[in-house]
C-alpha cells in the first residue's frame, strides 16, 4: 500500500477505515495516479460533491422547519440555496482541509510537490470530497456484487426487498408504512428464487450498496465536523464572515482590543488538541477547543459571539 500516513489521518477525520484502500484513493492525486498507474480520487470527489451538497442542505431544511414548529422565522428555499452554496464553496472546504493539515497527506506526483499543488484551492476542495465519500462508501460495507448475484446468495435479499418495497409503497405523506408478516417475506423469497437468472449480462448487473444509512451518518459526522463552524455562522445575520472575523468587527466598532491566548496544547504529534480563551480588553469573554490552533480560536469566538449582546 502506498506511503501514507492512515492513523494519523483517521485520527484528524474521526473516522477508522476498515478498507483502508478508500483512504489511500482519497488522497491519491491524479499526477500520482498517472504516474504509478494507480486509481486517483476523482471518483470519489463526484460522489462526494453530491453527498457533501446533500448533508448541508439536509441541515439547512432540518433547521428551517424546526424554527417554523417553534414559531421563529423560517427560512426560505432561497435563503438555503444561498447558505449551502457558501458552505459547500471552493474556499470553505479548502479551508477546512488547510487547517486541518490534511492537504499535507496528498500523494502526488514528481514535481507536483515542488510547485505546491496541495495547497491549490480545488485541489484541497476535491480532496475534502473525496473523503467524505470514501467514509460513505467504507461505512456502508462499500459496493457489492451484482443484484441477481447478491439473490442469489444472500438468503436474507428477498426479505430486505420486500420490505424496502413495502416502505416504497407508503412513503408519502399521511401514510403509514404496513407491517411486513413472515409470511410475506417468504412468500417473496420463494418468489425470488423461483426467478432468480444465472446468466452473467453487464447489462443486468446493479451495483448495490448496502447500510448505505450507516454510510450517510458517518458521512455526516464527518463532514458536520468540519463545516459545522460554517454551518452556523451562515445560519447568522452575516453569513460571509467567519467567527474571528465577526468578533473582530465587533470589536473594532466599540474600539476594544481581541486577544487570544492558549491555555492548553496536549497530545502526541498526530493528535493533538488546543485550548484557547479569548480576551476583549483583557477580560476573557469565550473559550475553545479544537484539534489545530485555528480551529480553536475559531470555537472560542464562536462561544464569545454567543455571550455578546
Known sequence: MEEIKIKEIENIIGYVFKNKA?????????????QFKKESYQLLEF??????????AEYFVKRSISQKCCGR???????????????VSNPSLARVIKDAGLNGYLLLGGGETKDGVNQN??????????????????????????????????????????????????????????????????EAQKNSTDTQTTGTDADDCI??????????????????????????VVSGEKPNKDDKTALNEFAAKR????????????????EKEFEYRVLLDGQEKGRGCGKTKKEAEQNAARTALDGLD
Open 207 to 232: 451495483y448495490n450498496i448496502v447500510s448505505s444509512a450507516d454510510g450517510i451518518s458517518a458521512a455526516r459526522a464527518f463532514v458536520l465536523k468540519f463545516l459545522g463552524s460554517s454551518v452556523s
Open 255 to 270: 474600539s476594544s482590543a481581541v486577544k487570544y491566548e492558549c491555555v492548553r496544547n496536549d497530545g502526541p504529534d498526530h
Open 73 to 87: 422565522h423560517k427560512t426560505s428555499e432561497g435563503d438555503c440555496s444561498k447558505r449551502k452554496s457558501s458552505v
Open 22 to 34: 478508500l483512504l489511500v484513493r482519497a488522497f491519491t492525486h491524479n499526477s500520482y495516479a498517472n
Open 121 to 186: 484551492e480545488s485541489v484541497c476542495s476535491d480532496l475534502f470530497e473525496a473523503i467524505a465519500a470514501a467514509v460513505y462508501l467504507d461505512a456502508s460495507d462499500g459496493v457489492q456484487g451484482c443484484a441477481h448475484t447478491a439473490a442469489t446468495t444472500d438468503p436474507n435479499h428477498a426479505k430486505t426487498n420486500a420490505a424496502q418495497t413495502a416502505y416504497e409503497k407508503s412513503n408519502s405523506i399521511g401514510t403509514a408504512a404496513p407491517k411486513t408478516t413472515d409470511s410475506q417475506t417468504d
Open 47 to 56: 460522489l462526494g460533491d453530491s453527498i457533501v451538497g446533500f448533508i448541508i
